[in-house]
């Protein structure tokens, strides 16, 4: 399985940067595809999950400014990101977990980085 993430970029405070993540080599289905960050010194954290039906999830701090949204069809997750803060940037990676026939995998795609600063 790889995972092609984009979108990340450098952005003024208020902004916006919309991130997308394709999927590809997938066997079975995928069941839930997410976003985390790590900032510079800091370990990585939770951002948004979203599962194949729909049901989302948010961290706190970006819960009214972030959207996520999948495209199960073309195996591909987004994220929505605007109101961007300088304590936003921070290399986001997407991950995905396809459910096998007895059990889940995870995967992790290669980080897109995010820059809000003036």
């Known amino acids: 399985v790889q995972l092609q993430a984009s979108g990340g970029g450098l952005v003024q405070p208020g902004g916006s940067l919309r991130l997308s993540c394709a999927a590809s080599g997938i066997m079975f289905r995928i069941s839930d595809m997410g976003w985390y960050r790590q900032a510079p010194g800091a370990e990585r954290e939770f951002v948004a999950t979203?599962?194949?039906?729909?049901?989302?999830k948010y961290e706190d701090s970006v819960e009214d400014r972030f959207t996520i949204s999948i495209n199960n069809a073309e195996d591909t997750v987004y994220l929505q990101m605007n109101d961007l803060k300088p304590e936003d940037t921070a290399i986001y990676y997407c991950?995905?977990?396809?459910?096998?026939?007895?059990?889940?995998?995870?995967?992790w795609g290669q980080g897109t980085q995010v820059t809000v600063s003036s």
């Open positions: 991950h995905v977990v396809e459910s096998g026939l007895n059990t889940d995998y995870g995967y």
């Open positions: 979203i599962t194949s039906g729909g049901v989302t």
